[in-house]
């Protein structure tokens, strides 16, 4: 049908193969009330309404997919995070040092109004220290009248400060593109070269079992990492031969360096969670199999669905199941996993090592779902017969009709349908689920987008 091939070279030839890269990452740090949040609205192109007013709120989300001058990047927001009063400087240090460490490039803020404070001075050693590059960004500076404001943070010793108002946009534009310059093509943290080892992450809440893991697991045989060849990695990133060949985990540093103690621990937690999922490739999200899933928990396996990653589910601690949680186990799982029936499950036991070689297989299947493609003549084919077998409800009379889909991307799988109206969400879900029935796709997100065509 010659219509539907034009459809296909126009509309599905732009979207294209997506690859897996890892973007360079900036981070906006500053002490409170600089105007992190404002421009790091401004650079997302979000209303100020969602500047949040209320100190200590913790929030999920701490980085966001951004975009300037058609590059793009991933912004690292640790504003809206206000700390106590008490021990202030430190705080901010250290939550400054956790962003700055995630990052390729900083933006410092200060609020030139204020000029520069001590709590400033500290952030700038930790800058130096770091050695990243750095844009100065002199906010509140709404009007020319507060040029000389900016003028006066040359004295940081950080170069030129971009007077900047976050609140009105006014310079924003210099900042971003000395940003963006500033910034690496692909970032430092690694990126996945094909062929080249898979990149893991072991994500959970605190305490779950996630460096007793890691400990097991890198009691495995050592790989020298020059042995494997233009492997970019991080520091942080540990390189383990498991069943003979090479894996990566992500961010092993963060896993280690424990902060539960502070009052930011969630943030931190999350902070890193996050990044780690966004370097990796597929992730295990451990969970505690002797208590109830937390909502934490669910946060988690959210955060990586979101993200596009593989997932596995790692029951951990099962030494210490009692059996008669057992059936409130599985009722647990029929109810707060019902989204993600799809993910793979291993009971394991990090401190005994009980079922930990189980990960591997589960963690191949994850990683073969999420590159599975599935060609166009297959998907049609498939959905033909589905329409067929259960066409869409009607709707005021009418019914649309899929005219024809193809998989836009893999990893994770990403599918586009044509239709002449749009699906009702019951009916993607009912063809998401019919398409796993069909092909598998264990342990992997998919994603299913309509295009509605006349
Ligand atoms: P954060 O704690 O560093 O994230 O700071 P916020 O973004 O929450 O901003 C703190 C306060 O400064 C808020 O009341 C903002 O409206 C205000 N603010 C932020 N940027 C500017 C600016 O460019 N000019 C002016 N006049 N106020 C600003
Ligand atoms: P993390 O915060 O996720 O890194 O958790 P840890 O690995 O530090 O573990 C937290 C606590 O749980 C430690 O006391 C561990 O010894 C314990 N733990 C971890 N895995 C298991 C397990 O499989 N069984 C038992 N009984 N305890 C475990």
Redesign the pocket.
Same mark, same amino acid.
């Given at each position: 049908d010659e219509d539907l091939a034009l459809l296909h070279a126009e509309d599905v030839g732009e979207i294209g193969e997506e690859p897996v890269v890892v973007f360079p990452v900036l981070a906006v740090v500053?002490?409170?009330?600089?105007?992190?949040?404002?421009? =790091?609205?401004r650079i997302l192109g979000r209303r100020?309404a969602v500047?949040?007013?209320k100190p200590g709120v913790t929030r999920d989300r701490v980085s966001y997919p951004a975009e300037w001058s058609g590059k793009r990047f991933t912004l690292v927001d640790t504003?809206?995070w206000?700390v106590d009063v008490a021990g202030i400087e430190a705080r901010v240090a250290q939550q400054a040092e956790v962003a700055i460490s995630l990052a390729d490039a900083v933006i410092f803020?200060v609020?030139a109004?204020v000029g520069v404070t001590e709590t400033d001075t500290q952030v700038v050693r930790l800058l130096r220290k770091a050695g990243k590059p750095v844009v100065l960004c002199a906010?509140?500076?709404?009007g020319p009248a507060g040029e000389a404001d900016a003028a006066n943070l040359w004295s940081l010793g950080l170069g030129e400060p971009f007077p =900047?108002?976050?609140?009105?946009g006014?310079g924003t534009g210099d900042l971003l593109d000395a940003a963006i310059d500033a910034l690496p093509e692909v970032s430092a943290h690694g990126t996945p070269i094909p062929d080249g080892p898979r990149r893991v992450a072991l994500v959970g809440r605190p305490n779950v079992g996630k460096s007793s893991l890691l400990n097991k697991v890198l009691g495995a045989e050592r790989v020298v990492v020059d042995s494997v060849a233009g492997t970019t990695r991080d520091p942080v990133d540990e390189l383990v031969a498991l069943k003979g060949k090479p894996w990566v985990f992500v961010d092993t540093a963060g896993i280690r360096r424990r902060v539960h103690q502070t009052s930011g621990a969630d943030f931190y937690a999350s902070l890193r969670t996050q990044a780690a999922i966004e370097k990796a490739e597929v992730a295990v999200v451990l969970v505690d199999a002797s208590v109830k899933l937390t909502e934490q928990d669910t946060r988690v396996i959210t955060q990586v669905i979101e993200a596009g990653r593989a997932l596995v589910i790692a029951y951990n601690k099962w030494d210490l199941m009692d059996e008669d949680r057992r059936p409130f186990l599985e009722r647990e799982i029929e109810q707060d996993l019902v989204q993600v029936q799809w993910a793979p499950r291993v009971n394991i036991s990090a401190k005994t090592g009980w079922h930990t070689d189980r990960m591997v297989p589960a963690l191949e299947r994850a990683l073969e779902s999420w590159d599975t493609r599935i060609s166009t003549g297959r998907l049609n084919a498939f959905l033909g017969e589905l329409v067929a077998a259960h066409p869409h409800p009607l709707r005021g009379g009418k019914q649309p009709r899929i005219l024809f889909a193809t998989q836009a991307s893999t990893r994770p799988p990403r599918f586009v349908i044509f239709a002449t109206g749009f699906l009702d969400p019951g009916y993607r879900r009912y063809i998401e689920r019919r398409l796993r029935e069909t092909f598998g796709f264990e342990g992997t997100p998919i994603s299913i987008s309509v295009r509605v065509r006349e």
């Open positions: 500053g002490r409170p009330n600089v105007g992190k949040s404002t421009l =790091v609205n100020e500047v949040e007013d504003g809206g206000e803020v609020d109004t906010n509140k500076v709404d =900047v108002s976050a609140l009105h006014r």
